[in-house]
């Protein structure tokens, strides 16, 4: 199967026709996107379980018995409606290989459809913690990820998920605000006083140092 290059209207209209070739084509082509966002939010603990490509398996079968609400779910962006897919598959699939220690994947979803604050705060940590500039030694790199977790704690929830939104998952502005149901001005003042905050409490860290 060749991935498209762009998504059209025709490949679209095949989709809400019921076509699932068609929607297996729009999930190539957004597939790195996706395996993106789900190597940022997976749970460490589930390294050797299951990685991202399981998830998106599931994920992609779980798409093809929506189909038939792909006209109303997807109607504004086709990324945000696989997004939502993969995001719900790695929930359950969190819950079921870790739910019951005590960062329960219950917990990790919020009622208003997006990551709790606590999970993305451990996803930013992890991940800024992997772009060191120099090698750590363990004691040393714990010692960064106390004080990291410290610094991500003063910044509000919503600064936190934006910078999770556009700087991890790449995703673009508009993608953003759709996310967050928030106007894309908002979505990117939000961006860039978020990203300056980070900045600054990354300074504030003694040895701590990335680039943002």
């Known amino acids: 199967m060749n991935v498209p290059t762009e998504?059209?209207?025709?490949?679209?209209?095949?989709?809400i026709r019921g076509d699932v070739e068609a929607l297996s084509l729009l999930f190539s082509f957004h597939r790195q996107r996706l395996w993106r966002m789900v190597h940022f939010r997976m749970d460490q603990r589930l390294n050797g379980r299951v990685d991202?490509?399981?998830?998106?398996?599931?994920?992609?079968?779980?798409?093809?018995?929506?189909?038939?609400?792909?006209?109303?779910?997807?109607?504004?962006?086709?990324?945000?409606?696989?997004?939502?897919?993969?995001?719900?598959?790695?929930?359950?699939?969190?819950?079921?290989?870790?739910g019951a220690q005590k960062r329960s994947a219950a917990r990790e979803f919020s009622i208003h459809g997006g990551w709790s604050s606590d999970?993305?705060?451990?996803?930013?940590?992890?991940?800024?913690?992997?772009?060191?500039?120099?090698?750590?030694a363990a004691a040393i790199r714990a010692e960064l990820s106390k004080q990291l977790d410290q610094a991500l704690s003063t910044m509000?929830?919503?600064?936190?998920?934006?910078?999770?939104?556009?700087?991890?998952?790449?995703?673009?502005?508009?993608?953003?605000?759709?996310?967050?149901?928030?106007?894309?001005q908002a979505a990117s003042a939000r961006y860039v006083r978020a990203l300056g905050r980070l900045r600054h409490v990354i300074q504030a860290i003694p040895g701590f140092k990335v680039d943002l």
Do not use: C, K
């Not at 998504?7 to 989709?15: A, G, M, S």
């Not at 509000?156 to 894309?184: G, K, P």
């Open 52 to 98: 991202a490509d399981d998830i998106l398996q599931e994920a992609w079968m779980r798409a093809v018995d929506r189909i038939d609400s792909f006209i109303v779910g997807a109607s504004r962006s086709t990324l945000i409606w696989f997004r939502m897919i993969v995001t719900q598959t790695l929930v359950e699939v969190h819950r079921r290989h870790v």
């Open 7 to 15: 998504e059209t209207p025709e490949l679209v209209n095949r989709v």
């Open 156 to 184: 509000s929830d919503i600064d936190r998920e934006v910078l999770a939104l556009r700087h991890f998952e790449e995703l673009t502005n508009n993608e953003t605000a759709q996310v967050l149901d928030m106007s894309e």
């Open 119 to 136: 999970s993305t705060s451990l996803s930013l940590a992890h991940h800024l913690l992997g772009h060191l500039s120099s090698p750590s």
